[in-house]
Antibody, heavy 113, light 107 residues
Framework: QVQLVESGGGLVKPGGSRRLSCAASGFAFSDYYMSWIRQAPGKGLEWISYISPDGNTKYYADSVKGRFTISRDNAKKSLYLQMNSLRAEDTAVYYC??????WGQGTLVTVSS | DIQMTQSPSSLSASVGDRVTITCRAAQNISNYLNWFQQLPGKAPKLLIYAASHLQVGFPSRISGGGSGTVFTLTIDNLQPEDFATYYCQQSYSTPPFTFGQGTTLEI
């Protein structure tokens, strides 16, 4: 069955960095565009980044542009999010999403001193 | 960016009721509109895609409609498992694929 498993969350100090990973299985990963979507505690969903199936096209929300980088490795069926210059407002559960169909369980990133 | 506005933000209802949630796009998005259901403490699930297509696994008493700038999610004969938060999302053209602010359906 389809699985998306995120990892890499945890407690980070303001200004710090973190790399999230997402391992995919059960579907044709290399055919899917992928996204990262986050949800701050008690808040709604925020789309933050997109990558095309071949990895050549990327988009970012203004809130993370210049600080976050999305990437993928189709051979490893994996999606990544490199997060730099983290701020308190980046505290959220980060979901790995295959197009709109498939969602991971999320990984919590907490930015606090 | 295309702004999405949902109404109401919360809704109280009872088992057996019929409810409708509305989502408005700031510009014409054709039928590039998805609905998600999020149960407490869980990841969202795709509920409806392309405005009116019900995802496999959900009951037919759930339906979506609309096109252009106004969309609706209707749930007939509410059941206990329907009490959740619902989000609309536009996927028109290029990202950002913005979400509505969510509607919490409460007993």
């Amino acid at each position: 069955q389809v699985q998306l498993v995120e990892s890499g969350g945890g407690l980070v100090k303001p200004g710090g960095s973190r790399r999230l990973s997402c391992a995919a299985s059960g579907f044709a990963f290399s055919d899917y565009y992928m996204s990262w979507i986050r949800q701050a505690p008690g808040k709604g969903l925020e789309w933050i980044s997109y990558i095309s199936p071949d990895g050549n096209t990327k988009y970012y929300a203004d809130s993370v542009k210049g600080r976050f980088t999305i990437s993928r490795d189709n051979a490893k069926k994996s999606l990544y999010l490199q997060m730099n210059s983290l701020r308190a407002e980046d505290t959220a559960v980060y979901y790995c999403v295959g197009q709109v169909d498939y969602w991971g369980q999320g990984t919590l990133v907490t930015v606090s001193s | 960016d295309i702004q999405m506005t949902q109404s109401p933000s919360s809704l109280s209802a009872s088992v057996g009721d019929r409810v409708t949630i509305t989502c408005r796009a700031a510009q014409n998005i054709s039928n590039y509109l998805n609905w998600f259901q999020q149960l407490p403490g869980k990841a969202p699930k795709l509920l409806i895609y392309a405005a009116s297509h019900l995802q496999v696994g959900f009951p037919s008493r759930i339906s979506g409609g609309g096109s252009g700038t106004v969309f609706t999610l209707t749930i007939d004969n509410l059941q206990p498992e329907d009490f959740a938060t619902y989000y609309c999302q536009q996927s028109y053209s290029t990202p950002p694929f913005t979400f509505g602010q969510g509607t919490t359906l409460e007993i």
